[in-house]
């Protein structure tokens, strides 16, 4: 059995994390973290989600129970879940993260602490998206400078961070594949803007009720397209995905792994 504390266990993706949990033999809640002056800190995290008393109650602070566990899986907010793992590499804890808007020095802190634990850091756990990473990294890298690349996203009016950070990491293998920088994205049109130029690769964002989570890679060519698509119908495919990097992750040895690695991809470029 393998001992799981969830960070952001009263957000939608760490109640469906516990609740998927609940039906796994092979992980086990032993703790839960929400952030100071939730209203749910003190009551019984199981009790809260409909599916039964689980005598696991909900602390604000990952120090109260961060021994009872063997690996973290949070879904927080960049600054929330940099705390955490700054307590987890003081610990001694494997660590799988899914929080998203992290900045480049925040970044250069993450891979510096997972010299010190097992850490999974991907902005998107979900098992069909990990595949598109491949097909568009397969596709950016055939295709090459012949094709303009455009990429669409959309999700909740909830979502705090824009461009999300699965296009942003889209976005990523894009421009390495084609030996460009991440300065060649454009956010926004607007106005008499001139000719698109060859170089650059779009990013638009879409904000609006209950989506999920959909992403649209667009290759455009002369007198052909080619789209590679991921629509998220619930955010279950993201659990599952969590739990199972959380399991593979305790086996794992000190560093910074992604999901490419959890489901044995390949180098996620």
């Not at 949990?21 to 032993?30: H, I, N, S, T, Y």
């Not at 939730?38 to 005598?55: A, Q, R, S, T, W």
């Not at 994205?185 to 609006?208: A, L, P």
Request: aromatic share 4%; hydrophobic share 40%; glycine share 10%.
């Amino acid at each position: 059995m393998i001992r799981a504390i969830v960070c952001g266990a009263g957000g939608r993706m760490g109640g469906r994390i516990i609740t998927l949990m609940a039906q796994d033999g092979e992980l086990k809640l032993f703790g839960a973290v929400e952030r100071k002056e939730h209203p749910l800190v003190g009551k019984d995290i199981g009790e809260c989600l409909g599916i039964g008393k689980m005598e696991v109650f909900i602390t604000d602070d990952l120090r109260n129970c961060i021994d009872k566990g063997d690996v973290i899986i949070d879904f927080t907010s960049p600054e929330a879940s940099l705390n955490h793992l700054r307590l987890a590499s003081e610990f001694g804890k494997a660590m799988v993260i899914g929080s998203t808007g992290f900045t480049k020095e925040e970044l250069e802190e993450i891979k510096k602490l997972a010299q010190m634990i097992p850490l999974v850091l991907s902005p998107n756990m979900s098992i069909g998206v990990n595949i598109l990473f491949k097909l568009v990294e397969m596709a950016a890298q055939t295709l090459g400078d012949e094709y303009d690349v455009e990429i669409i996203e959309a999700h909740h009016h909830r979502k705090k961070d824009a461009p999300s950070g699965t296009a942003m990491k889209l976005a990523e293998i894009i421009t390495e594949k084609l030996n460009r920088n991440m300065d060649v994205c454009v956010y926004q049109r607007r106005g008499f803007i001139g000719e698109r130029s060859r170089k650059e690769i779009g990013i638009q964002v879409i904000r609006g009720g209950d989506i999920v989570g959909d992403h649209i890679i667009m290759f455009c060519g002369e007198g052909e397209r080619i789209e590679l698509i991921h629509r998220a119908h619930s955010r279950d495919n993201f659990a599952k995905g969590a739990i199972r990097a959380a399991k593979w992750v305790v086996n794992q040895k000190k560093g910074l792994y992604n999901m490419q690695d959890v489901l044995a991809l390949g180098k996620d470029r």
